[in-house]
């Protein structure tokens, strides 16, 4: 399970450094194999998994029905877009321009483990997404309301 926020920077042609407290667990969740791709549901931010559990979410995304258009959006966005990359010696891994142009990531970026995946964020983006806050409406969830936070 990936956990913690960390600040990055990308190098001049677009590598992502894993960090240090990370790599351990990637080599022994999927042998340094990761899939980038798009982030469905918010702009600004891109989505990094494990080759495993990236293959389970891919063959559920692909069994959704194309006749369907939020099943083909899914299917356009994430799958589609979908690049697998391997770390190299230096445990780097490419982000393409296309989707760094995309999310708008230059440079610097928020790397975040979020339990079975990473989510790679724009700066600018993660600010906008941590300067938000729950409503007393949000917290009369159900799911909400035993967390105690």
């Given amino acids: ?5 960390t600040a990055i920077t990308l190098d001049e042609k677009g590598r992502l450094t894993i960090p240090t407290c990370f790599r351990e667990q990637v080599e022994q969740v999927c042998g340094g194999q990761l899939v980038v ?9 891109l989505y990094i998994y494990p080759l495993p559990v990236w293959e389970e979410l891919r063959d559920k995304i692909n069994a959704l029905p194309r ?7 899914m299917q356009l966005k994430v799958v589609g877009s979908a690049s697998l990359q391997s770390l190299d ?7 393409s ?3 760094r142009k995309a999310v708008r990531i230059d440079r610097r970026a928020i790397l975040i ?14 600010a906008a997404q941590i300067a938000q806050t729950l409503s007393d409406a949000d917290m009369d969830s159900d799911e909400l309301a035993g967390l105690n936070l």
């Fill in 89 to 95: 010696g230096s445990a780097r891994i490419s982000i």
């Fill in 37 to 45: 791709t798009y982030n469905p549901f918010e702009g600004g931010s």
């Fill in 1 to 5: 399970m990936f956990q913690g926020e």
């Fill in 67 to 73: 006749t369907k258009s939020y099943a083909r959006l």
């Fill in 97 to 99: 321009a296309s989707q």
């Fill in 113 to 126: 483990g979020m339990g079975e995946k990473f989510e790679l964020w724009s700066e600018e983006a993660h």
